[in-house]
T-cell receptor, first 112, second 114 residues
Framework: DTAVSQTPKYLVTQMGNDKSIKCEQN?????MYWYKQDSKKFLKIMFS???????INETVPNRFSPKSPDKAHLNLHINSLELGDSAVYFC???????????FGQGTRLTVV | AQSVTQPDIHITVSEGASLELRCNYS??????LFWYVQSPGQGLQLLLK??????LVQGIKGFEAEFKRSQSSFNLRKPSVHWSDAAEYFC????????????FGRGTSLIVHP
């Protein structure tokens, strides 16, 4: 069983569209994250959810909104997509403070 | 806020040679330290981690890392590199108290020549 799974793996869409990326973890972890990896491989934290409560938001545009229907899921919604949103988005989970993060395979988003 | 510096963007080694990837961090206290590896088209996989205790930690795939408090460093080493080790390597740090939000370095791309 995949520990952290994201769908879709690839997403190509036009500017201005609204899209969602789904993430599910079956590890029973309390904390989930979304990271954005740019073309230079830099990983930037976007959101962190702990027990369904947002605990950090790193100056991400409000076009991006995380939604967590339950502890095992953290979906990423993006409105009015822009060219600069093209990147690889990673979902990750962690059992809590001081523990490592477990990453999904990533979603490559291309905005044309 | 914590920060992580990986000074080498690319490292090229020959297969069978030894490897050291550098990582320096900035944090007010001793943080939790991690090394991850990312193969092309894949997510990140944990190689090893340091929380406390023995400053030399062993990880998977024959990797090890040494925490040096005086140098604020956590360098990754491997005595003999295999072609399959070619990948992107990320050092990460998180606070040792409070919410766990890992901060990643910019990564080091390892190229292995046959």
């Amino acid at each position: 069983d995949t520990a952290v799974s994201q769908t879709p793996k690839y997403l190509v869409t036009q500017m201005g569209n609204d899209k969602s990326i789904k993430c599910e973890q079956n590890l029973g972890h309390d904390t989930m994250y979304w990271y954005k990896q740019d073309s230079k491989k830099f990983l930037k934290i976007m959101f962190s959810y702990n027990n369904k409560e947002l605990i950090i938001n790193e100056t991400v545009p409000n076009r991006f909104s995380p939604k967590s229907p339950d502890k095992a899921h953290l979906n990423l919604h993006i409105n009015s997509l822009e060219l600069g949103d093209s990147a690889v988005y990673f979902c990750a989970s962690s059992p809590g403070t001081g523990s490592e993060a477990f990453f999904g395979q990533g979603t490559r988003l291309t905005v044309v | 806020a914590q920060s992580v510096t990986q000074p080498d963007i690319h490292i090229t080694v020959s297969e069978g040679a030894s490897l050291e990837l550098r990582c320096n961090y900035s944090y007010g206290a001793t943080p939790y330290l991690f090394w991850y590896v990312q193969s092309p088209g894949q997510g990140l996989q944990l190689l090893l981690k340091y929380f406390s205790g023995d400053t030399l930690v062993q990880g998977i795939k024959g990797f090890e890392a040494e925490f040096k408090r005086s140098q604020s460093s956590f360098n990754l080493r491997k005595p003999s590199v295999h072609w399959s080790d070619a990948a992107e390597y990320f050092c990460a740090v998180s606070p040792s108290g409070g919410s766990y939000i890992p901060t990643f370095g910019r990564g080091t791309s390892l190229i292995v020549h046959p």
